[in-house]
């Protein structure tokens, strides 16, 4: 496709990224998906029954907003793509029905997902209820306990959530867990894997279903302003929102493309995710790509305040973009991606995501650096309703410790 330089070759390499690494047994039922992709893009009625319920189920299109507010206090004109406003509360719908469309017409009836933040388990829990599928989620047990809110809803759309004990109890043990049920289960079970990651089609797929969010703000953006945007920034946990919304926009050069990792509470061993600061490239879970890890090739442990962006890998295609220069990769800590999620609060009335308030952290940080005729467009991600909980006990030890440093 004209978007050229990091299309996938057959094997799904970007560059030297990507891949397939997987146990023998999934070989064959990988083949097999990505043909049934490839078919299935090919098919009239799987794009029209793909842009239906985009429409009428997930409520897409998302608006374009003008963040006016903010726009005074950064000095510049910066607009949110409200991926937040999308049902279930942030852009993992988008993957999710695409790939449950591509479970029916593969006749399964059983899918299975991995899930950090829950936000991708709620995702696919929902669909799953609204086409008659069985439902099973893995997730950490920590996370279990840190998104108490979202394993009520996936129970009560009717999904079953299994708590993963081993590790860190976070999101790398649980998509562990996802891949050998599907490694067992493999004939009934579809896969919904919830971010530009894994082996060979994943990131492929998970990418072209969510740059309907890039389609929308080029075209948003053109009417409302009447150019394309100077600078796209957004969040990176696996990378699906940021790709979806950076891979249109990939062949035109003068649009800066920023993605913004977790800082955690600085950038040392063990505190952060932040893989292009810190990581080199390594092999974790299918795929070839920048990893945190040690001198032994052994996994690092991970840190952010907010779990969707918790994870030791990114996804291959990013690891592509970052080498060619194309997309530059930074990041913010969760100091001040709280200080975000407070700006977005009071400046526009948005509640976001922890994750998306990294994107609207840096483009604060930055506000010496923006000039006047800079349009900027953050992938406001999601909503932070989920993050509630977090916030205020984030907020209540910090008050706690100020108040001992006092005395
Ligand atoms: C899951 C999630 C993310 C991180 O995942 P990506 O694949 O990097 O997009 C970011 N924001 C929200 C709201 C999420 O739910």
Known sequence: ?????????????????????VPETLMAPLDELTREYHRAQRDPSFKRDLKHYLRQ????????????????????????????LCHTGAHKINNCIGQILLARR?????????????????????????FGMECVVYMGRVDMERQALNVFRMENLGAKVVPVTAGQETLKEAISEAMRDWVTNVRSTYYVLGSALGAHPYPLMVRDFQSVIGRETRKQILKQEGRLPTTIVACVGGGSNAIGIFYPFIKDEAVRLIGVEAGGLGIKKGQHAARFSGGRMGILQG????????????????????????YAAVGPEHSLLRDLKRAEYTYVTDIQAMKG??????????LPALESAHAVAYVIKESRRWKKKDLIVINMSGRGDKDVQQVAEWKSARSRKGGSRKK
Request: net charge neutral; glycine share 14%; hydrophobic share 35%.
């Open 57 to 84: 189920y997930a409520g897409r299109p998302t608006p374009l907003y003008f963040a006016e507010r903010m726009s005074m206090e950064v000095g510049a004109r910066v607009y949110f793509k409200r991926e937040d």
């Open 1 to 21: 496709m004209p978007h050229g330089i990091t299309e996938p070759d057959n094997r799904g390499h970007f560059g030297p990224y990507g891949g397939i690494y």
């Open 287 to 310: 795929t070839k790509t920048y990893v945190l890890q040690d001198a032994d090739g052994q996994i690092g442990l991970t840190h952010s305040v907010s779990a969707g962006l918790d």
């Open 106 to 130: 593969m006749g399964k009836k059983r899918v299975i997902a991995e899930t950090g933040a829950g936000q991708h388990g709620v995702a696919t829990a929902t669909v799953a209820a609204k």
């Open 341 to 350: 999620f407070d700006a977005a609060c009071r400046w526009e009335g948005i």
